[in-house]
Nanobody, 124 residues
């Protein structure tokens, strides 16, 4: 079992920055990959970024590459999503997820555990 607790998010103006955090407990954090997804109203959940078990590999959706940075601190059992140059179209509920296979997957149903989600709203 893995429990994920999210923090961060909120309301920011376009061009601003936010950092999301996701703290994990349960299984050894350094043994699995982590991902971030988002879901806007009326849309399907979409991949944002993923990071390997040791942080050595990352992968981003084209829409956020160069603006968002995923990172992890295995000593703190936490994964982060630094979001810069935010746009109104980034508005969504953001979810962190754990992938016990330790792969950089982009399909939501291939992840094993999910955080509760946190709202990010970017005003124009």
């Amino acid at each position: 079992q893995v429990q994920l607790v999210q923090s961060g998010g909120g309301l920011v103006q376009a061009g601003g920055s936010l950092r999301l955090s996701c703290a994990a407990s349960g299984r050894t954090f350094s043994s699995y990959a982590m991902g971030w997804f988002r879901q806007a109203p009326g849309k399907e959940r979409e991949f944002v970024a993923a990071i390997s078990w040791n942080g050595g590999s990352t992968y981003y959706a084209h829409s956020v590459k160069g603006r968002f940075t995923i990172s992890r601190d295995n000593a703190k059992n936490t994964v982060y999503l630094q979001m810069d140059s935010l746009k109104p179209e980034d508005t969504a509920v953001y979810y962190c997820a754990a992938d016990l296979t330790s792969s950089l997957r982009v399909v939501p149903n291939e992840y094993d555990y999910w955080g509760p989600g946190t709202q990010v709203t970017v005003s124009s």
